[in-house]
């Protein structure tokens, strides 16, 4: 494939795509639009190692808990999330059709010296290989595909029978509206404007519906919220807005 490619498929939004694309080194400035990842990625970290530490099996008092279970970071971006599991342990393979977003992820994980499999192709692709994780992730990714139903679909087909899928995204309500979009990108500015559709946010039931039908069945469900006086993320019950949602393929 061409340097900078972009490779397609039924699920990928080419303008969302170039939105990320250009994003470059920003990825990692903590203090700048991409900012609000930094500051929830600690909760979608402890929820995948929470969660993974009991259905996978493994030992809660091992260092490091997750040593040795693959992982399939898709729509990996700058590789914020595929950095902090590799941290933890876990064989990363990072998918994103950015090309772009794919080189500032492999400089970064160089300098950090962790070793992450970077690839600048589409879950689709990957999921065409047979390739099959004990993990499979895609955290703030299905409100900005074509086709979610069948992009949750494609996913559960990447997890290894036993396996957990994790999902993160926004739910579809007036609240979230308010905050995700007029509040988040308008007015507090946390991310760039015009990042978000409220149309393609998702209620959690109708995707716990998808999981099901994907031949999964969910195991766990959390909101992540904003703590106003501590300026920090945390889990909590409210899945009006920001949730997470965890699934697992029975044997």
């Known amino acids: 494939m061409p340097h900078n490619a972009r490779p397609t498929s039924p699920s990928v939004n080419r303008d969302d795509v170039e939105r990320f694309n250009r994003l470059g080194d920003l990825w990692w400035d903590a203090g700048g639009k991409m900012g609000i990842l930094h500051k929830i990625n600690p909760v979608r970290v402890d929820y995948i190692r929470d969660l993974a530490v009991r259905h996978l099996h493994r030992d809660r008092y091992a260092e490091p808990p997750l040593e040795g279970v693959t992982v399939a970071d898709i729509g990996c971006g ?77 996913l559960s087909g990447l997890v290894k029978p036993g396996g957990l899928l994790f999902l993160a995204t926004i739910d579809r309500t007036m609240k979230s509206y ?44 959390a909101g992540m919220s904003f703590q106003p006086l501590s300026r920090s993320w945390a889990r909590s019950r409210d899945t009006d807005v920001n949730y997470l949602m965890a699934a697992k393929k029975d044997l």
């Open 78 to 154: 700058g590789g914020i999330l595929s950095e902090s599991l590799a941290g933890l342990g876990a064989r990363v393979t990072g998918v994103d059709p950015a090309p772009n977003n794919i080189e500032v992820a492999r400089r970064h994980a160089e300098k950090s010296g962790l070793s992450i499999d970077y690839r600048n192709t589409t879950a689709e692709a990957l999921a065409a290989t047979g390739a099959q994780f004990d993990i499979v992730a895609a955290l703030e990714v299905i409100e900005h595909v074509e086709g979610q139903r069948a992009f949750v679909a494609m």
């Open 178 to 221: 308010a905050l995700a979009i007029v509040g988040a990108e308008y007015v507090l500015g946390w991310v760039p404007r015009g990042t978000h559709d409220h149309d393609k946010f998702v209620r959690p039931d109708e995707l716990s519906g998808w999981v099901r039908r994907a031949g999964m069945r969910e195991i766990d469900r």
